[in-house]
């Protein structure tokens, strides 16, 4: 039993859907994006991220007893969703507040959006 390879070329479609132009963003303006969605993927930093959001501000003093979890584990789960840009922090004294940054998760819905 003998196969039979065929090549396909620009000219001979490789199946029935219709050609379309395809426009693939440069990799440099995904990387914010990349960056967003990693800090959005995991469950702690996602719970973090709203309890910050629903009190408007949130000290690190409430965040620790809040969510059970040590000082250093809270801290890096900060640092990744600041270094995404999603979080914005102020030092006060001794204590640290964050505050969501609006515009970042917004724009981070809006590029949900644009996929669809």
């Known amino acids: 039993m003998a196969t039979e390879l065929r090549s396909t070329t620009a000219e001979t479609p490789c199946c029935d859907v219709p050609q379309t132009h395809i426009h693939l963003e440069p990799t440099e303006s995904l990387g914010r994006a990349v960056a967003v969605f990693k800090a959005l ?21 409430y965040a620790v007893p809040a969510f059970g979890l040590s000082q250093p584990t809270i801290n890096y789960h ?16 001794q ?9 970042a998760l917004l724009g981070a819905v809006r590029q949900l959006t644009e996929i669809g």
């Open 95 to 103: 204590w640290v507040y964050h505050r969501v940054d609006q515009r």
């Open 41 to 61: 993927s995991d469950e702690t930093r996602l719970r973090l991220l709203k309890a910050i959001a629903g009190s408007g501000e949130l000290c690190e003093c």
């Open 78 to 93: 900060l640092k990744v969703l600041r270094e995404a840009g999603l979080v914005r922090s102020e030092r006060r004294g």
